[in-house]
Every structure is written in C-alpha cells, then in structure tokens.
C-alpha cells in the first residue's frame, strides 16, 4: 500500500507540473512541439524546461503504466480534494522584467513563520491572480500569484495574493532560485 501512496503523490506532483506545459499537449504524435524559443522582440516567454526534458514528451497514445489502475482506484478511495479529478487550468505563470517593480506584502493569517519567505514580489503588469482576472483575490479560491523572473534568477509561489488599491496582503511565499534559473529557462 505504501508503494501505491507514493506513486499517486508522484502522479499528483506530475500532474501538477504538467499544467504549466499545457500548450505541449495534444500533438499528433512523436515528441511533441518543441518549447518556444525567446526572442527580442516576441511575447513567448521562454521554456520552462530543457528542450529534451519529458515535460515536452507527448504520451497522449503511449500505453497506460501497469500500475495506473491502482494508484486511480487509490485516489479514488482516498480522495481528489475536490471529490473528483480535476487539473486547474485557471494557474498563471507570469513572467516579470528587469524593470518589473518589486512589493512589499503585508503577511495574513495564511503566512506560516518561519516556513515562508517575506522577499518582495515582482508584480508584472496586466497579471492575474489563480483563478481570476486581475491581482483582487474575490473569489475566495487559492489565488497563487506565480512569476518567473528570468533577470533576477528567481521563481515566486504566493498562496491567497490579494493586491487592491495599492495594498498587497499575502499568504505563504515560496521563493527559488539558483544557477538553473537562467534567462533561457525555468529550471
């Protein structure tokens, strides 16, 4: 059973992972699109991944692995947090500038100390929150505020971002960063 748990997490974190690449799925077949390639003047962002990385892999026709039955029926026991599987296409990557400004943020109840960071966020312009349509979190949902910035090498997850009328109030922010973030890619 232990082994079934942890293959639905993967599948969860893969999953997960796959709703940032939706535009790579539904090829024809082979391996998919290639990643889009930046340029000076185009509104691409650039790829998230490697061109080779699996992310980019169209496995719409490959064969089911053998062990899918049960980590679904698993999932089904357990639980799909919503009562039903579901992948939230309502998640945006924003992609912040060398000249996008960073905000301070006033922390809420959902900012978990010492586990969060307290970093100011770029907030590019003409963003949106998960889920909604401008950076006003009104829907009462997640609301993650996630940008990419490429210039600064870092990548910023904020849970339940609400920014109205000059006032940025957050949840939890994680903050990554390293030498793979780079201005051709993500990781």
């Known amino acids: 059973m232990q082994d079934i748990r942890v293959a639905a997490l993967q599948l969860a974190a893969a999953l997960s992972a796959a709703t940032l690449l939706v535009p790579a799925c539904g090829a024809a077949s082979g391996t998919g699109p290639a990643p889009p ?3 000076p003047t185009s509104s691409v962002p650039a790829a998230y991944f490697p061109a080779g990385a699996v ?3 169209d496995v719409s026709r490959e064969a089911l692995d053998p062990q899918s039955a049960a980590v679904i029926a698993n999932l ?3 639980g799909w947090g919503l009562g039903r599987m579901q992948i939230d296409f309502s998640i945006e990557v924003l992609e912040a500038a060398a000249d996008t400004p960073l905000l301070a943020f006033a922390p809420t109840a959902d900012h978990f100390r010492p586990d969060c960071d307290l970093d100011p966020v770029p ?3 003409g963003g949106a929150l998960e889920g909604e349509s401008g950076y006003d979190c009104r829907g009462d949902g997640d ?3 996630i940008v990419v910035d490429r210039p600064r090498r870092k990548l910023y997850e904020m849970w339940r971002a609400n920014l109205v009328g000059g006032l940025f109030r957050g949840g939890c922010l994680g903050l990554g960063h390293g030498p793979r973030l780079s201005a051709d890619r993500a990781w």
């Open 143 to 145: 609301c993650h505020l």
């Open 37 to 39: 390639t930046p340029s």
């Open 123 to 125: 907030v590019p312009a």
């Open 55 to 57: 992310w980019y892999r």
């Open 76 to 78: 089904d026991r357990a």
